[in-house]
């Protein structure tokens, strides 16, 4: 724990560092900054990217094609996860929670962690039984349930540019400028006073 809060902190103090920097740049050579900047401002979409990865696979014929050797996995799966619940009291995983947390809650969490996985595992014992020997029962259920959903309509308002807040920051740099100087300032001081025990 001790080292995800030590580069937490890091990160935190080299994006509080830039941030200065990019303020101070913006106070003293606003013009300089933009043309270094000015490369950034171009337009990437992600469509073109996630158009690759929005498509349908389907892999129906390799499940029907090795049904006894899916179900036999899951069949698997599922009795061995079975049979070491049923050598556990549900209490056990009382264990696996905070400490801290109360202790109705801990009791409760624990009971609906056993019988979800009791409950679940044999749901799969039941699919992965019917996979093996009559997968052929499952078709009706496929059909049914297995309709395209196109991401990319769906993000489609979303990979959109906004050009607004740029251009306002580019309309008054010298007040971008001191308002991430002085908000850099105060996150840095936050920090080392973090990370000297004064908080």
Do not use: C
């Not at 809650?105 to 014992?125: D, E, G, H, K, V």
């Amino acid at each position: 724990m001790e080292i995800i809060i030590t580069a937490l902190y890091w990160s935190a103090s080299v994006l509080t560092v830039f941030a200065l920097a990019t303020g101070i740049g913006l106070l003293l050579a606003p013009a300089q900054l933009r043309e270094l900047a000015r490369p950034l401002d171009r337009w990437r979409s992600l469509r073109p990217m996630l158009g690759q990865l929005d498509k349908p696979h389907y892999t129906e014929r390799q499940l029907y094609h090795r049904h006894r050797l899916v179900g036999g996995l899951i069949v698997a799966g599922a009795g061995y996860t079975l049979l070491r619940l049923s050598g556990i009291d549900h209490q056990a995983t009382l264990a696996l929670l905070p400490d801290h947390w109360d202790h109705g809650l801990r009791s409760l969490a624990a009971a609906n962690t056993y019988w979800f996985l009791l409950i679940t595992n044999l749901a799969a014992l039941g699919v992965g039984l019917v996979v093996y020997f009559r997968p052929s029962l499952l078709k009706h259920l496929e059909t049914r349930s297995n309709h395209w959903l196109s991401t990319r309509q769906a993000i489609k308002p979303l990979d959109v540019s906004h050009g607004e807040l740029n251009a306002l920051l580019w309309s008054r740099p010298r007040t971008t400028g001191i308002i991430l100087v002085l908000g850099s300032l105060y996150i840095w001081s936050v920090l080392l006073a973090y990370r000297h025990g004064i908080l």
